[in-house]
């Protein structure tokens, strides 16, 4: 798929059943998959032995990998924790550091944990903010509810590139505990 697309089309978030419709591609993360990514791995890995709950899933409609093109994907992270930690995303850096992305909240409540180098930053997501990645800055999405599924569509440049490795050899600096019956953002030491 090199050629860029030539027709106009629409995708529907369906708000009952939480899915990007017209999605190509789904992608789910269950506590199996989630290796090193909890500040408790030993609790992890019993949760995963236990239940293997999924974590998160994600619906894509995906595009040429080519420079112009636009990808879009409904992600739905489940209310959970692993001792403490709010159900995340792993998280990723773009492999093209140039490319920024998007992200408009549709259900939910949550924070997006920004990385560059030592720095980090975090913003409130909830119904109607749309945040914005500045390109060169790793992403992680945390769902801060202890009831509900938090629910975003992001959309991203289609040559942007997914790289994990940097975010597991460059890690996050604070991470998201429940505390106090909401949430504290507290620093990896
Ligand atoms: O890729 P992860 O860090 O696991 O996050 C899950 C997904 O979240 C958003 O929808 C991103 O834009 C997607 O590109 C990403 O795949
Ligand atoms: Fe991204």
């Not at 050629?3 to 999605?23: D, H, P, S």
């Not at 199996?32 to 998160?56: C, G, K, P, T």
């Not at 112009?68 to 990723?92: R, S, Y």
Request: charged share 25%; with cysteine; aromatic share 14%.
């Amino acid at each position: 798929m090199n050629e860029k697309i030539e027709a106009g089309f629409f995708t529907v978030f369906n708000r009952q059943e939480n899915i990007l419709e017209n999605y190509d591609h789904y992608e789910e993360r269950k506590l199996s998959d989630m290796h090193r990514y909890f500040a408790a791995e030993d609790i992890r890995q019993q949760m995963a032995l236990a239940n293997n709950e999924v974590i998160y899933r994600v619906y894509k409609k995906t595009a040429p990998l080519i420079a112009g093109e636009l990808e879009q994907a409904v992600t739905v992270i489940n209310p959970g924790q692993v001792n403490g930690e709010f159900f995340m995303t792993k998280g990723h850096y773009h492999i093209n550091e140039k490319c920024s992305e998007v992200f408009f909240t549709l259900k939910g409540e949550g924070l997006l944990l920004l990385q560059k180098g030592q720095e980090t930053k975090w913003l409130e997501m909830k119904p109607d903010v749309i945040t914005y990645i500045p390109a060169g800055w790793g992403h992680r999405t945390i769902n801060t509810s202890l009831s509900e599924p938090f629910v975003f569509i992001a959309f991203w440049p289609a040559n942007a590139g997914h790289n994990y490795q940097k975010s597991l050899d460059e890690p996050f600096g604070r991470r998201v505990f429940f505390y106090n019956g909401s949430y504290i953002v507290s620093k990896v030491l």
